[in-house]
């Protein structure tokens, strides 16, 4: 019962921004890690960026610098500020989520997964 929506993806060119967005709703007890994953075609899925309930945050070589996680626990949601894009950022981003329905039941929730295309 619990949904990620996402939004923000789309297609941009080289050099440009974007700014990804994930709202978990639904029976939701507790929200502790959030993070964004990427797939491309032919590539398994990769984390990209992971924020933890305690702030600290974690992030893909390829994108350090670059990237920026962040969330906001009022709202369940986690953004992902994406700047100087380039082609090889071009992927499926999925939201994740690690959700405490109750004290005694957590989900590792999926987003439905966001195109971001970056043409040179």
């Known amino acids: 019962q619990v949904q990620l929506v996402e939004s923000g993806g789309g297609l941009v060119q080289a050099g440009g921004s974007l700014r990804l967005s994930c709202a978990a709703s639904?029976?939701?007890?507790?929200?502790?890690?959030m993070g964004w994953y990427r797939q491309a075609p032919g590539k398994q899925r990769e984390l990209v960026a992971v924020?933890?309930?305690?702030?600290?945050?974690n992030y893909a070589d390829s994108v350090k610098g670059r990237f920026t996680i962040s969330r906001d626990n009022a709202k369940n949601t986690v953004y992902l500020q994406m700047n100087s894009l380039a082609p090889e950022d071009s992927a499926v981003y999925y939201c994740?989520?690690?959700?405490?329905?109750?004290?005694?039941?957590?989900?590792?929730?999926w987003g439905q997964g966001t195109q971001v295309t970056v043409s040179s």
């Open positions: 994740n989520a690690y959700i405490l329905t109750t004290l005694r039941s957590s989900y590792n929730s």
């Open positions: 924020v933890f309930s305690g702030g600290n945050t």
């Open positions: 639904g029976n939701i007890f507790r929200i502790n890690d």
